[in-house]
């Protein structure tokens, strides 16, 4: 926070905070409250602020209610193989109250008995498991398939099926540790150790980490973005914002119960191995020598544990690929640097059949990093100011093209998406805001000049997310800019802010014994110039290349309750016109282009069957199919790396960092580096820990948007 803790109130609606007191007047805690009446404390604020500061306005009624129990179930059980139908039917007398008690009382028992019948079930299936493992002899020569995508499946109806699914579901971890690289010496009794650190770790959850997945199973009824935070997820956002880390350098969530990739930061550890994507799940962790613990079902906070270290320690990751088999990545924790996650630019000299090379000018931007404030130049290390000189760099160099890669950016400070767009639109609107109660604000920097007037392309994928779409939206509105990639990005189009729940507390009388943590709440929506919503939608490309991250289960739409898209009227501004006179030949001539590249047919091939496994929702658990699929794909990668090789051998290329752009001439040439490197995102939730100095430079891709809102900062995806 930018302002002393005691003024955080007044930056509050007036109309939310009576609507605060007035709601806590009659149902105060005592002086000193246990721990139970901190729960009922908390859950009542935390109803009370996502029902009048989301943009819905929605207060908890039985529709969310019942909303909250199914999110709840779903984040203890993901899978749909634990709890039963039985159990449903059990606990569907509490959905009638549910909604009443939460608001009023801040009833918590629904959260405790529930997770107290997903221990019992849990136990259940690992003694299941575990005989099975001591008695039968696992053969996998059948046309037996087991469905891995069961987020909408039903759930057993007693402990029979449950026993058949649980059975399919071992053989099917099974057949995983054998077609692994190194398969296990005693596989039996590494899988029994794996679910009994599993059952271990979930019975010692305390009643404080139940209460965050409860809550913010709450919070995720009114949006995906939406979370509650206690006060180790609360230090787990902080170092996610801190320059130096030490640990692998991945953005984790949880999707269907499972800890999930969501990014990857540039140059850490996990982009560095290129064996990570988004949307890999990590389902176990080991420390170098030990044995790997089951971290399915995990809390967040637990597994971000698990993963963290010492700088050059080793960590473990089991990994289940959105298509593919599972596998084990070795990772070293390294310090995570400044250099890494700042705009880097290329210079390739591409030839041309009969005359001089076209020479183009590539500069990647991993986020949208905000600069240091040093009283004299704001944001003079920012992602604006050194995208600046680099644009300079280039021009003086003569490139006659500019690429901008967006690919891997997640997002970071809204004033340096609209600071960065301005040095190709000049002044201008670049992006509107509409608030809870309608308010539209325009960003813009009225006085800016454009730096680049040259030809432009902004290169998207699905990874490009939140401020990546503000930029890519308005320069696609003004005509400036041709946007090349998967046929859409990510989607988020929303703000959200952090809210701590502490001073609101203590402020309204309602006394704490611990920390209550803090909700992040969605307090309003992007806007593109034209008034289109980038939220669900996305960003759609001009021209869209096939990659195998367009066909990722990735984006807005694959979130439960995302808002809805929706326009507003456009701001005034001017178009360059300067793209819809060539699109349908840049369209053309893309088509044909990729129809006669070698590379781009092993591509087509490998995205066909990536496709049809997605699509498939289900894997064979034939162990000769699986080995020759292993094989198969294998092969298939090594061909279409090498001629996308051959295709670079001998293009130059010249590397020039924001360091490096002050130095006259450029700097030794590079053979076979011009294809820009693949998409790798920007982390939310950085797995590291932070170095105990102070960061000489900003802290790493902040997400605060840099001016106060009436809520405090304004957090970007």
């Known amino acids: 926070m930018n302002q002393p803790r005691r003024l955080w109130f007044r930056r509050l609606p007036a109309v939310l905070v009576l609507t605060l007191f007035t709601s806590f007047a009659v149902a105060r805690t005592p002086d000193a409250p246990d721990a139970r009446g901190t729960e009922a404390a908390v859950t009542r604020v935390t109803a009370s602020l996502l029902a009048s500061s989301q943009l819905a306005h929605h207060p908890l009624d039985a529709q969310l209610a019942g909303k909250l129990l199914d999110r709840y179930m779903d984040a203890l059980d993901g899978t749909h193989s634990l709890f039963l139908g039985t159990d449903l039917d059990e606990l569907a007398p509490i959905r009638a109250t549910l909604a009443q008690k939460t608001r009023v009382e801040g009833d918590t028992r629904p959260a405790h008995i529930i997770f107290a019948r997903y221990l019992q079930r849990l136990r259940e299936q690992v003694e299941f498991d575990t005989q099975l493992l001591r008695s039968e002899r696992f053969a996998f020569t059948g046309k037996e398939r087991l469905q891995i995508d069961r987020t909408h499946a039903e759930r057993p109806r007693d402990l029979t099926a449950a026993h058949a699914l649980w059975r399919q579901q071992l053989r099917a971890e099974v057949l995983e540790e054998k077609l692994a690289a190194k398969p296990p010496k005693d596989l ?76 990857l930061v540039p140059g850490s550890p996990a982009a560095l191995s ?132 967006l690919r891997r950016n997640g ?88 809210v701590p729940l502490a001073p609101m507390m203590d402020h309204a009388g309602i006394a704490h014994a611990s920390d209550p943590g803090a909700l992040k709440v969605t307090v309003s929506k992007f806007y593109r110039p034209s008034g289109a919503s980038t ?117 130059p290329a010249y590397e020039i960092t924001v360091k490096g752009a002050g130095l006259p001439g450029l700097p030794p040439r590079q053979l076979g580096a011009a294809t820009p490197p693949p998409p790798k995102a920007r982390a939310e939730i950085i797995v590291g820990a932070a170095t105990a100095s102070a960061a000489p430079f900003t802290k790493l891709r902040r997400v605060m948007d840099r001016r106060l809102s009436m809520f405090g900062p304004r957090l970007m995806g």
């Not at 939406?226 to 914002?241: G, P, V």
């Not at 599972?326 to 705009?343: C, G, I």
């Not at 059949?353 to 944001?379: C, H, M, Q, T, W």
């Open 274 to 405: 290129g064996a990570l994507k988004p949307g890999d799940k990590i389902v176990a962790v080991a420390q170098d020598g030990q044995a790997a613990v089951d971290v399915t079902s995990m809390p967040l906070n637990r597994i971000v544990d698990l993963i963290r270290g010492p700088r050059g320690s080793v960590v473990t990751l089991t990994i289940v690929p959105a298509a593919g088999a599972r596998k084990t990545v070795r990772l070293t924790r390294a310090e995570v640097k400044l250099e890494d996650q700042q705009a880097k630019a290329r210079i390739v000299d591409l030839p041309r059949p009969g005359g001089a090379p076209l020479r183009l000018g590539v500069i990647d931007l991993p986020s949208f990093y905000a600069g240091k404030d040093d009283g004299n130049e704001r944001g003079a290390h920012g992602a604006t100011a050194d995208v600046a000189r680099l644009l300079a760099k280039l021009q003086a160099e003569k490139v006659q093209g500019v690429v901008l890669d």
């Open 535 to 651: 939220e669900l939608r996305g960003v759609a490309s001009d021209i869209v290349i096939a990659a195998a991250s367009g066909l990722l289960p990735v984006g807005e739409d694959k979130l439960d309750d995302p808002l809805p898209w929706d326009t507003i009227a456009a701001a005034p501004f001017k178009s360059f016109g300067a793209v819809a006179p060539h699109l349908a030949a840049l369209r053309d001539t893309s088509a044909r282009r990729v129809a006669g590249d070698p590379a781009f047919d092993d591509l087509s091939k490998q995205l066909a069957r990536l496709k049809s496994r997605l699509d498939g929702k289900s894997v064979s658990l034939n162990e000769a199919e699986r080995r020759r699929e292993q094989a198969e794909d294998k092969k298939l990668a090594k061909a279409t790396a090498a001629k996308a090789k051959a295709a670079d051998a001998g293009i």
């Open 188 to 263: 039996a009794a590494t899988l029994i150790k794996r679910h009994e650190q599993q059952l271990k770790a979930m019975t010692e959850l305390g009643d404080q980490e139940v209460l965050e997945v409860y809550l913010d199973s709450l919070a995720h009824v009114y949006d995906p973005h939406s979370d509650y935070l206690d006060k180790e997820s609360m230090d787990s956002l902080s170092i996610s914002m801190n320059l130096s880390l030490f640990g692998i350098g991945a953005a984790l969530g949880k999707e269907d119960g499972l800890c999930t990739i969501r990014e």
């Open 411 to 498: 997002g970071g400070s809204l004033q340096e998406a609209v600071d960065l767009t301005s040095l190709f639109i000049g002044g201008g609107p670049v992006v509107q805001t509409r608030d809870a109660k309608g308010a539209v604000e325009v960003e813009a920097d009225k006085h800016a000049k454009a730096l680049y007037a040259g030809p432009l392309v902004v290169l998207a994928s699905r990874f490009s997310a939140s401020a990546s779409e503000i930029v890519a939206g308005a320069l696609q509105d003004y005509g400036r800019a041709v946007v090349v990639g998967d046929p859409s990005t990510f989607g988020k189009g929303t703000v959200q802010t952090i």
